[in-house]
């Protein structure tokens, strides 16, 4: 049976006419001998339609009459006190609706003011959560309880007004209820002021003495939470009244509401916590810099934000807290996790490599596995420094900088531990400019493929290698792992060895990257030639 709909053929007449507020006809009915005391479907009497409906004449028509017929006054409080199948008495349904002169008639007739419904409501909780303010201060004063918990996440009346910003109810009930009653996550009514921005509430709280440091069961703080759902006018108040930014929030890790603001991207947050947070979490060791957060929420303005207020792009190595080494590389993995959130991974990017975020293998590991990572990667860095007498150096601008030597080295050890990825790296870095015998390696010519080694070889005097390298690529001949190219039978031609001369003379990324070959008084043919495009753009 459903307890929520009236099925009208179980209503008796005495409830109907309450209903309707037909004070001579109910009248009538209970001189016929009609029972005030029939229950319908849902288990309403005449005194529950009677003090929903607020129809305060039929009310007392019907108490007058249970008085009569009750034989007791214990029968007639428990007729009072009936409740309905969902547990809710008459005096609930009248406060739940405002009905205030209902709710003083049922008081009078002694109602119990604290009976609970079978979802641990009452008639204060009613009347709270519906902002009937002149029913709460009734209820108030009949010394209605407080501090009770209501509903499953036991919430006090206190934590209902304050979520539904009935700011002159909470204003009744900060005179006499507990400020700091927790729910079962230890949240105080001002945690909910805080989470969903009912700034005057807050302010009715902490003018109240609400203590605005207090924290949750995992440590959370209000301003924490404010500062996580974008309410300005909160934190700034909470900030104005003692709120502590460097108070750790999280038993995992010491999060700060500066982490909050970056991961959600609220800019206008972000920028207040910037001036009162300390900035050992920049860098500190054991702390966790907010840039990593704002990666982590997809917010490139956050990212550009930090960078600005003078934020490190490498922050510190939370490996042992977040399981990632730098915030470069945390943009690296989600990019290539989420393709269809790329976009704003790859710009967080873009803005740690223009601010000199460091390359390391944990940066290197996903850079070389994919081309448009290594090609942003390209886009911001030289592979080798540039001479400042160099004329290359007035062309390029100082837009970029060079990769360090142990950048350099990390790059290398990392590409000969991704050879499975060889094709996608290895003609790209060529481009770039780096030099193809810093690959020449024994396990590049026993485990790449095929390709690669035909590839590399063709950047290099393939008669001089050294004895090992030959052996290697005779025994893949032998295995047929490895076909080469058939000039690799013959001595290189001169071409092809003054091209190698000249690109070890000005350098792999001068003349590569820079446009000092293409003022030479040459053939665009023997330009292109002496930049080897002939193999990088077939193999590309």
């Keep these: 049976m459903d307890f929520s709909e009236c099925y009208e053929d179980s209503v008796s007449s005495v409830a109907a006419a309450a209903r309707g507020g037909c004070r001579r006809r109910l009248r009538w009915l209970i001189r016929e001998g009609r029972s005030v005391d029939t229950a319908d479907n849902r288990g309403w009497r005449a005194v529950h339609e009677a003090a ?132 079962d996550f230890k949240m105080t009514p001002l945690f909910v002021a805080a989470q969903y921005g009912q700034q005057e509430s807050l302010e009715v709280l902490v003018s109240a003495g609400a203590k605005v440091n207090t924290q949750a069961s995992d440590l959370a703080t209000p301003l924490l939470l404010a500062s996580q759902e974008g309410h300005l006018s909160c934190v700034n108040f909470l ?41 050992r979490c920049d860098g500190g060791e054991g702390m966790v810099s907010p840039l990593y957060l704002a990666v982590q929420g997809r917010q490139p303005a956050s990212v550009e934000l930090l960078l600005a207020q003078g934020f490190g792009p490498d922050a510190q190595d939370c490996r042992q807290l977040l399981g990632i080494r730098s915030p470069l590389a945390h943009a690296f993995e989600c990019q290539l996790g989420f393709s269809e959130r790329a976009l704003s991974y790859s710009e967080a990017a873009r803005m740690l490599l223009a601010a000199g975020a460091t390359l390391r293998q944990d940066e290197w590991r996903p850079a070389l596995a994919r081309h448009d990572l290594l090609t942003l990667v390209l886009d911001h860095r030289w592979i080798y420094p540039l001479s400042d007498n160099s004329a290359a150096a007035a062309d390029v601008g100082r837009s970029k900088t060079a990769l360090t030597g142990s950048e350099l080295s990390d790059m290398l050890t990392t590409a000969l531990e991704r050879l499975e990825f060889a094709a996608r790296w290895l003609p790209p870095l060529v481009k770039a400019g780096l030099e193809p015998e810093s690959l020449l390696h024994l396990d590049v010519l026993r485990e790449a493929d095929g390709e690669i080694v035909n590839f590399l070889l063709q950047f290099l005097n393939w008669s001089t290698l050294a004895p090992p390298f030959k052996d290697i690529l005779c025994q893949r001949r032998a295995q047929l792992t490895w076909q080469p190219f058939p000039q690799f039978d013959s001595i290189p031609d001169l071409s092809h060895l003054c091209r190698l001369r000249i690109r070890t003379l000005m350098g792999p990324d001068v003349v590569v990257r820079t446009d000092l070959v293409q003022r030479l008084p040459v053939a665009p043919c023997i330009q292109h030639f002496l930049q080897f495009r002939d193999i990088i753009q077939h193999s590309l």
């Design 52 to 183: 929903a409906a607020g129809t305060v004449a039929c009310l007392k028509e019907i108490l007058s009459a249970a008085a009569m017929t009750a034989g007791s006054s214990s029968g007639f409080h428990a007729y009072v006190n009936s409740a309905t199948h969902e547990g809710e008495s008459a005096c609930f349904l009248a406060a739940k609706r405002g009905h205030l002169d209902a709710v003083r008639l049922l008081l009078k007739a002694r109602a119990n003011v604290d009976q609970l419904t079978n979802d641990l409501s009452c008639p204060l909780y009613a009347a709270v959560s519906n902002g009937h303010k002149d029913v709460v201060q009734l209820l108030v004063s009949k010394g209605a309880k407080l501090n009770r918990w209501h509903t499953a996440s036991c919430w006090t009346c206190l934590h209902q007004a304050v979520y539904q910003n009935h700011a002159d109810i909470v204003r009744i009930l900060v005179r006499t209820a507990d400020l700091e009653a927790r729910d």
């Design 239 to 279: 900030l104005d009244h003692g709120a502590d930014a460097n108070l750790a929030c999280s038993c995992d890790w010491p999060q700060l509401p500066i982490h909050a603001a970056a991961q959600f991207g609220h800019l206008s947050i972000l920028r207040r916590l910037v001036g009162v947070t300390e900035r």
